[in-house]
């Protein structure tokens, strides 16, 4: 299961989106467990708001903090309905500030 793609311009959200949800829908067999990584300060505020992503979702974490213990990197592994659904999450932890999405 990989998650990276060329997804086009960045600063342009809504062709950013609907690349994304193309490639998405492309490679992977929804309904599917979909692996989300994050970067963050190791703030257990900033950590807890990407947990609070997930609430409703089916999911299992992995996180490793950083040699010097500054940052946080978080795999988590959630169930997911389709495309639409992973977009939503990556929208809400966007919303996060200080939030690197890989």
Aim: hydrophobic letters at 35%; a negative charge; glycine letters at 2%.
């Amino acid at each position: 299961m990989s998650n990276s793609c060329n997804l086009g311009d960045p600063n342009n959200p809504d062709h950013f989106y609907a690349s994304l949800k193309e490639k998405l829908e492309a490679t992977h067999n929804f309904p599917e467990d979909y692996q989300f990584k994050f970067i963050v300060l190791n703030e257990e505020k900033k950590i807890t708001e990407i947990y609070r992503v997930f609430d409703d979702m089916q999911f299992t974490l992995k996180t490793r903090d950083s040699k010097n213990a500054k940052y946080t990197s978080l795999s988590i592994t959630a169930f997911v309905l389709d495309a639409e659904q992973v977009i939503s999450v990556y929208k809400k932890v966007g919303e996060i500030e200080g939030v690197m999405s890989l």
